[in-house]
Each structure stands twice: as C-alpha cells, then as structure tokens.
C-alpha cells in the first residue's frame, strides 16, 4: 500500500531514506527555523522496506546548495535527494558520503591550528579538514592534530 501521511508536493525537494531520528538534523542543516517562507514537511520513523524505518523532509520551492549536500551526506550517508518539477520527480540522487571533509565541520581541539585566530593578516586561516575513518557511525580524524572529532555532528560549521 502507498503512503498517504504526507502528501506530494508540486515542486521543491525531497530528501528521503534519511537514517531514522536524523530529520531535525537535516532541517537544521538547511537553515530552516522561525523564520522559514516555504512548505516544510518532516515525517519521521516511517516504516521502510529498504530500512526498518526512514525519515522525509520535504521542502517546497527550494533547492539545496552544495554545501548542504556536503553536511546531509555526512549525517543521513542513505538519503535521496529528488528535485520535484510539476509534481513528477525531476531528478533522484543518492548523496555521496565523502572521503575527505574539508570546511563543514570544525575540530573540537582549541589548540588545533585550525582554531588559531589570525592575526593581522600574519597567517591565513587553516580551512578544517579531516579524514573519514568511517560513515556508520560517523568518525572522522582532524587531518591536522590527528585528533578524532568527538560527535562529530554537533561540530558542523
Ligand atoms: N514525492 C513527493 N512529491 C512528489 C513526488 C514524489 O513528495 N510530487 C516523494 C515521494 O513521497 C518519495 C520521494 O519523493 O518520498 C521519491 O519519490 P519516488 O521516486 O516516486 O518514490 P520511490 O520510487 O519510492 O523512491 P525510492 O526508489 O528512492 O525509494
Ligand atoms: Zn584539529
């Protein structure tokens, strides 16, 4: 039987297959707070057949920017993201979790030079950047104090 709780949207995005509890995460991500202007949907613990269970944000008349992507794939690595036009899906890809994270999650180690604040023009600020160790569960390791990032999903930038 198909799912009727939420209903179609004529155009926007959905990201779909989001690991079951990452939603609000994923709303976060896209700025989506008080002050939103557009149709948002979020429907979590759907029963799934790929997964036991999934969350969906839909949202209407918007994209996602690349940075965006960049964070979603690091929280929900199974979603889908589908482009809706005129009420067909338009577009479905899968985020690609990355190999390399640079610039969207900052390192928790204060002395980590890539917190070192700059001054006067002297240095120019070191971008954060870190490997994956693995997707499920997130770890990831500052590639400059070698540190692995504590709960990594709290330190998105
Ligand atoms: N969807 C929507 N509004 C539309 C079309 C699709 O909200 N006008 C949603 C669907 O509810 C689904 C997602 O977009 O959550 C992807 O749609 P579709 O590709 O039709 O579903 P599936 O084939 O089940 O997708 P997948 O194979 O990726 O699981
Ligand atoms: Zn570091």
Not at 118 to 140: A, C, D, G, Q, Y
């Amino acid at each position: 039987m198909k799912e009727f709780r939420i209903q179609p949207i004529k155009n926007g995005t959905v990201i779909d297959h989001i690991d079951s509890g990452k939603a609000l995460k994923v709303i976060k991500i896209m700025g989506i707070d008080e002050n939103v202007t557009s149709v948002v949907s979020v429907i979590m613990h759907v029963p799934s057949s790929k997964k036991d269970f999934k969350d969906i944000v839909k949202v209407e008349d918007r994209e996602l920017n690349p940075k965006e992507l960049k964070k979603i794939a690091l929280i929900a690595p199974n979603a889908t993201i589908n482009i809706i036009r005129d009420y067909e899906v338009a577009k479905k890809t899968k985020v690609k979790p990355p190999e390399k994270v640079s610039g969207i999650v900052r390192c928790a180690n204060p002395n980590c030079i890539t917190n070192a604040r700059t001054s006067m023009e002297t240095f120019e600020p070191v971008e954060p950047e870190f490997t994956v160790e693995s997707t499920k569960p997130l770890r990831l390791r500052c590639v400059y104090c070698e540190r692995e990032l504590e709960n990594p999903e709290e330190h998105l930038i």
